[in-house]
């Protein structure tokens, strides 16, 4: 790797991304000398390990982030008894900056439900459920791993990030529908995990 480089191997990959989508027949687009030297300079400064993980973390992160949009959601229908419950402009801003559509979610807005609407979402075959919520969380991290042990664990501990981020936005204690959420999708993330010859019990929580 170049030693005057100041761009990571992720970034590097990036760039080579870029500039090999790109069209040197088009005018407002890099000719293609210009093109061949970019991908060139990518590919030279791009070290095999850094680039995995860099990889893993930017998976980490969306697991985290999908994982934090899912527990905050469950938690605001439950309304269980946190300093943002009984704030309605911190549970207002909480909710307005979660983007549920990336979950799947395409529903009222959770600040509009009626108590009979946001019971339903949370009953044991609604959307935000213990089943469904566990099953999306956990498959998000097993779609987006594979058989891959590393990412596996990357996305295990991701969803672990995401319910103590939420946790931490909500200002207390998640209910116990969380919890459970969690175990349960943890539980399955596990199982791949043992399927693939990974001692689950060095997997701490």
Partial sequence: MSSNSTKSSFEYANDLQNAMSSNPL?????SAEDRNKKIQEAALNIDAKS?????IMQFQMNVTISSETNFSSQNGLFGSNTSAMNDPFKLSGILKGLDLSSIGYDGKPIQ????DEAKALIAEDGFFGVAKTSDRIADFVLAGAGDDVEKLKAGREGIIRGYNQAEKAWGGNLPDIS?????????????????LGVNVLDQNA
């Fill in 179 to 195: 919890k459970e959420t969690l175990e349960k999708a943890l539980e399955k993330v596990d199982k791949k995990l043992a399927s």
């Fill in 112 to 115: 509009e439900l009626t108590q």
């Fill in 26 to 30: 088009k005018k407002d687009e890099t």
């Fill in 51 to 55: 680039l995995v993980t860099g990889y």
